[in-house]
């Protein structure tokens, strides 16, 4: 083949496909490495075509007619059907960008050689329509593999290149055969895939609530332990401080009202013997004498009964204090079953989702 008389109006590289004939549905790569694509314009027959030199031969000699589409079945991979060559071309490229600059440029090439067919068969004068289209070169692209049979290992052909009903005819049958299964089997994986990144999403984030979950359990359980301490803590001050000093208080209360007693009966026994003794004119100093000690003794068992209301009210605030760490530890209990009892519901969904995971 010579390109001589042709010129190149637009190259860039990529990896190149060809269908498989016997199965209809399989990739077949044309080389391990992208190889360089490039669209040529002869001048002399007016024709375009998309040319790829691998080592002597040429992998892909396809020309360019109006009946052509390229489709882009993936973000990097794109594909055509050629009926005079009897076959289905691929091209997996590096990036989008590169895809999109050959997509453009085959509907540029395809509207130039409609034009070409309309002025031939118009029988006037042609034009070399090339002039329109600007002649560059896309610099090569870094080693791809992701965009063969990997990715799009699944087609179906949207062009149909076919000037008479014949080719027409050949190229449906090519593309006919398990289109429809293909089909089916493309959409469920790709629907497979995005389940299992949703699935792997979740079960990240599950893992991640699982281990927030832990640390709150741990934090709750130091919580609970510390209020047990405070707890016993407050019992055995409370137990230490009510029980001394009603020992001490309750004695010390009786033995003085039993002195004051002694002592009123002293006194009295004292004012009898006086009485005995000197008769009336000491009556009135006596009377005045049992009624100071009377007040005395009334003085002292009221200082008595505010002490032990002091005393009692100070066992029960002890008292109080001691049920309101009670409450409090109930509480904390509480919490630390709501808590448990949530962490088992997250390990059984953990559990679940790895069970449902593919």
């Not at 080592?55 to 594909?79: E, H, R």
């Not at 509480?334 to 962490?343: H, I």
């Amino acid at each position: 083949m010579s390109t001589a008389r042709e010129q190149p109006i637009f190259s860039t590289r990529a990896h190149v496909f060809q269908i498989d004939p016997a199965t209809k549905r399989n990739w077949i790569p044309a080389g391990k490495h992208a190889l360089t694509v490039s669209y040529f314009y002869d001048a002399t027959r007016n024709v375009y075509r998309i040319i790829s030199i691998g080592g002597a031969k040429a992998i892909i000699n396809s020309t360019v007619t109006p009946n052509m589409t390229f489709t882009k079945t993936s973000q990097k991979f794109g594909q055509w059907a050629d009926s005079r060559a009897n076959t289905v071309y691929g091209l997996g490229f590096a990036s989008e960008q590169h895809l999109t600059q050959f997509a453009e440029k085959f509907q540029e090439v395809k509207e130039a050689a409609r034009l070409a067919r309309e002025k031939s068969q118009d029988g006037g004068e042609l034009t070399s329509p090339a002039l329109g289209l600007a002649s560059h070169q896309v610099p090569p692209s870094p080693l791809v593999s992701a965009n063969g049979p990997g990715e799009e290992k699944l087609f179906r052909s949207q062009s149909a290149d076919a000037p008479g009903p014949t080719e027409r005819e050949r190229l449906k049958k090519m593309l006919s055969e398990g289109s429809v299964g293909e089909v089916q089997w493309e959409a469920e994986f790709f629907a497979l895939q995005d389940s299992n990144n949703k699935l792997a999403g979740a079960l990240r984030e599950a893992n991640a609530a699982a281990a927030q979950w832990r640390q709150q359990l741990e934090a709750q359980r130091a919580e609970a332990e510390r209020l047990r301490q405070r707890v016993a803590e407050l019992e055995a001050q409370a137990a230490s401080e009510v029980t001394p000093a009603s020992e001490k208080e309750g004695p010390g209360q009786g033995q003085s009202l039993e002195q004051l007693e002694a002592l009123v009966q002293t006194k009295d026994q004292e004012i009898q013997t006086l009485k005995s003794q000197t008769g009336g004119p000491r009556e009135a100093p006596e009377a005045a004498e049992r009624e100071e000690t009377q007040q005395k003794v009334q003085t002292r068992n009221a200082e008595l009964e505010h002490q032990l209301r002091a005393t009692e009210r100070s066992l029960e605030e002890a008292r109080a204090e001691r049920e309101r760490a009670r409450a409090e530890v109930g509480r904390a209990a509480q919490l630390l079953d709501v808590r448990l009892f949530e962490l088992s519901e997250l390990r059984e969904g953990l559990a679940r989702l790895a069970e449902a995971a593919p």
